[in-house]
């Protein structure tokens, strides 16, 4: 055991201890980022074995926020950008995402929390698709919210909730010159991929990049950003706590 493990352990305590649970955030968004540049800084000649310890944190995080009690978490793991790379190097990547939605059943199970897949879909493999979907099927726990953003982009969430409330309008029977008075934000907001969860409070995003990229465009108007810098496989349980208490000692304005 390294000799800085006890302290951390020690200064953890003392983070999580001077918490306020009632200022705690009720929807954590976070950005996976970094496996490819850990994997580099690490010496792994695979970038998959940087994936699956990616895909193990998230998993050790979810557990962070079952102890933590907060009830909605939306992570961040494949963006519509990513998927312009080559099949080479998205392929093993999809595999190790489907490894991660074949736990999700037993996840949810052990801590208690219902799931859903949200993105593009229609873009990905249909096997990728097929593992999310019995993952949505079989974990039904009532503790948590997990959203798991697959194929997804900010841009194109609001151009399908468009899409779907104009839809709707047209299916009501509303016509060209009324469709443009009912297209409003309350509108919008009841067509977005979770239009069931709160906005996000806090968004989290790890390997030191500081912008968000799109995630949750509409619903992070007013979230709280914290940036840090490991990657996210390197990502700590202080970490999360450090994001958590910087968080609770902002004044919150939401634009006023």
Known sequence: MSWSAPLYSLYERHIQRSLDRDALPKHVGVILDGHR???????????????????????????????LEIPA????????????????????YYAVLIELLDEIPRLSERLNFSFQAIGSLDLLPSSLVAAAKTAEQH??????????????????????ATRSLVTDLAAAGVGAE????????????AHLYSSDLPDPDLVIRTSGESRLSGFLLWQAAYAECVFVDPYWPAFRRVDFLRALRDYARRERRFGQ
């Open 37 to 67: 540049r850990f994997a580099r800084a690490e010496g792994y000649s695979d970038y998959q074995d940087s994936y699956r310890i990616g895909m193990a944190k998230l998993q050790e995080f979810l557990g962070w926020c079952q102890h």
């Open 139 to 160: 974990a039904l726990g009532t503790g948590f919210r997990v959203n798991l953003a697959l194929g997804y982009g900010g841009r194109q969430e609001i151009v399908d």
């Open 178 to 189: 009324g469709m443009a008075e009912r297209i409003d934000t309350a509108g919008i907001s």
């Open 73 to 92: 978490i939306t992570a961040w793991v494949l963006s519509t950008d990513n998927l312009r790379r080559p099949a080479e190097e998205l392929d093993p």
